[in-house]
T-cell receptor, first 110, second 116 residues
């Protein structure tokens, strides 16, 4: 069964530091990778996507993809208390079906 | 562009009743997916509709059903409600037109269903 795995956390990071969130996937033929942020009681919000190996930067967020090692990560620079949320990793597998991780809870401590 | 809308936002039902939830996708999006989210199980895929046809289905009992209309609006129905059906039901729309294309999804605010 195709899987996407994330550490459930909580991951606690001091304000202003870099938060690093990781995700591994089992389907080597996976095509595209998404990071969603979900605040408590709210719906998931797409914040980043990446299709090619390497880094993709968008403001304070950087997505990193390594297809050989089958992992994708999200770095949040200069972490703010407003970044405290659950981060969901989603992967389009080789059949273009979206497989979801269970999410990592991130807590930014002021 | 207006986002994905879902109605109602909150619903309280009793065991044995049935419920219908509605979702209007982003204008131009024809793919609509439904998810159930609970604290213990995370985000669970229910089904995907495209052009009024169910394209994919998750591992849920037949009590969960859905449909899509010609304007891409979608409804899901849960019959004979059980206590365990209490959850946040999320609808997501996508611009993808083929099952062999990227599936970037945009979520609605969800319907929180409580079964007593």
């Amino acid at each position: 069964q195709k899987e996407v795995e994330q550490n459930s956390g909580p991951l606690s990071v001091p304000e202003g530091a870099i938060a690093s969130l990781n995700c591994t996937y089992s389907d080597r033929g996976s095509q595209s990778f998404f990071w969603y942020r979900q605040y408590s009681g709210k719906s998931p919000e797409l914040i980043m996507f990446i299709y090619s190996n390497g880094d993709k930067e968008d403001g304070r967020f950087t997505a990193q993809l390594n297809k050989a090692s089958q992992y994708v990560s999200l770095l949040i620079r200069d972490s703010q208390p407003s970044d405290s949320a659950t981060y969901l990793c989603a992967v389009n597998d080789s059949n273009y079906q979206l497989i979801w991780g269970a999410g990592t809870k991130l807590i930014i401590k002021p | 562009k207006a986002g994905v809308t879902q109605t109602p936002r909150y619903l309280i039902k009793t065991r044995g009743q049935q419920v219908t939830l509605s979702c209007s996708p982003i204008s131009g999006h024809r793919s609509v997916s439904w998810y159930q989210q609970t604290p213990g199980q995370g985000l669970q895929f229910l089904f995907e509709y495209f052009s009024e046809t169910q394209r994919n289905k998750g591992n849920f009992p037949g009590r969960f059903s859905g449909r899509q209309f010609s304007n891409s609006r979608s409804e899901m129905n849960v019959s004979t409600l059980e206590l365990g059906d209490s959850a946040l039901y999320l609808c997501a729309s996508s611009s993808r037109t083929s099952t062999l294309s990227y599936n970037e999804q945009f979520f609605g605010p969800g319907t929180r269903l409580t079964v007593l």
